[in-house]
């Protein structure tokens, strides 16, 4: 992945923090987290395609954000148009 390839656009990444529901296995438990630290590593690389890129954590949230936590979703776009309207 090409690092800064958005050069200065504001980008803003949303990750979901809550555990599955459902009850694991102590093995489950582990192939859940590892899969979720990829998740986070993911979304890492991903804020980093902008110079302004950030990750941002939603917590009481898994992956529909925009369902479960949509004033999230409402205040990183909120966020990005102050930035495109100030002109930073």
Do not use: C
């Amino acid at each position: 992945m090409q690092l800064d390839r958005f050069g200065n656009l504001p980008l803003i990444i949303l990750t979901g923090t809550r555990q599955p529901k459902k009850q694991f296995t102590p093995e489950q438990l582990a192939e859940w987290k590892a899969y979720y630290q990829v998740w986070i590593e993911l979304h890492e690389e991903q804020a980093k395609l902008s110079k302004r890129g950030v990750n941002k954590f939603v917590p009481n949230s898994g992956h529909n954000i925009q369902l479960e936590q949509p004033e999230a979703v409402e205040s990183a776009i909120i966020t990005i148009l102050k930035i495109i309207a100030e002109g930073e």
